[in-house]
């Protein structure tokens, strides 16, 4: 799905296995194109992956109210919510319709004479933030109000990739091949997002025997040192008719996180 709907447009961000999103630039902003961007992504979708898939699109200001829209109109939905017409639909949505907002928060909202979406809307800065008790409840004021911020990403708790192997892989040299190949393709994703590793998990899943190794390391995000301990790995595998590979690295952390050993080469390798 996410390279059908790439053909259409870049994708920004894809959020969780059912969800992506994209950034319009410049013209695509304008109602009419955004419009009809939305409508060739349903078809390229339905041409591409199946004709009997379909999604929701919501068009907004910024991701969060563009999420929402999608809410508004389901299956196979399209709204668009124009600045200038904020709240305008938004109006219609209970409060656990937003985003975020469970039961719990919806106590604590109605605590705060917050009832309904319109209560929502008419709270202030500061009585959001009292309403929400932190920074969170300012960030809604101005996201509800179509501003754009750049929200904190979750920290990331692991990263790796696998694969399900062709037949003619399906030998020990074609798993060690593969997974060779995978830690390259990860340890650039680590480097990409400035991350180091301090373990790594080696699997090949068996119709017979399956095996699996969780493997300590210096803190790295270097291919080389990956390989070297991977290699050291592998010399123990015990696995029968394979079908699938994986690598995933945990215990990541950013640069200014981590101390490297002293008496290892990662640093200069990385």
Request: hydrophobic share 40%; proline share 6%; with cysteine.
């Amino acid at each position: 799905i996410v390279e059908a709907a790439g053909t259409v447009l870049p994708v920004d961000k894809v959020r969780s296995i059912d969800e992506m999103q994209f950034r319009l630039m410049g013209k695509e902003r304008e109602p009419d194109n955004a419009i009809a961007i939305a409508r060739k992504l349903k078809q390229v979708i339905r041409e591409k992956v199946g004709d009997t898939l379909s999604c929701s699109i919501g068009i907004a200001p910024n991701a969060f109210l563009a999420k929402l829209g999608t809410e508004l109109e389901k299956p196979d939905g399209l709204v668009v919510l124009p600045a200038d017409e904020l709240p305008g639909r938004m109006l219609s949505l209970e409060l656990m319709g937003f985003t975020g907002i469970n039961r719990k928060m919806v106590v604590r909202l109605n605590a705060a004479g917050i009832f309904t979406s319109a209560d929502l809307y008419a709270a202030d800065l500061k009585g959001l933030g009292a309403a929400f008790g932190s920074v969170t409840g300012d960030r809604w004021w101005y996201l509800l109000r179509g501003y754009e911020l750049d929200l904190p990403e979750q920290a990331r708790k692991s990263l790796g990739h696998s694969h399900v192997l062709p037949p003619e892989m399906r030998t020990d040299q074609g798993c060690r091949e593969v997974l060779l190949r995978l830690l390259h393709k990860a340890s650039a994703s680590l480097r990409r997002e400035g991350l180091w590793a301090s373990a790594m998990d080696l699997a090949v899943r068996g119709r017979k025997k399956s095996w699996h190794v969780p493997v300590r390391l210096p803190p790295s995000q270097d291919t080389v040192t990956f390989n070297e301990h991977f290699l050291h790995a592998w010399a123990g595998r015990d696995f029968e008719q394979p079908y699938l590979v994986g690598v995933t690295f945990t215990g990541l952390a950013h640069a200014e996180e981590v101390t490297p050993s002293l008496f290892d080469p990662t640093r200069d390798r990385a």
